[in-house]
């Protein structure tokens, strides 16, 4: 997968563009459920990037005390 690679700022400024283009009435429907589909790929690795970067953070906090 791809998106692996992605930085989260990318992914989410790929979600933005997503999400403008159905907000605005300018995706053909037939694109609708490949991009819905991007889209939540793109959430799940926002998720699991923010997840790790928490836990590396705690991680740093618990060895600092």
Known sequence: MAEKNLTFN???E?????????????MDVDELTGKVKH????????????RETEEEIDKIIEEME
Do not use: F, N, P, T
């Open 39 to 50: 889209a939540s790929d793109l959430l799940r690795l926002c998720q699991s990037k923010l």
């Open 14 to 26: 790929e979600l933005e563009k997503i999400l403008e283009q159905i907000e605005s009435g300018e």
């Open 10 to 12: 990318r992914a989410v």
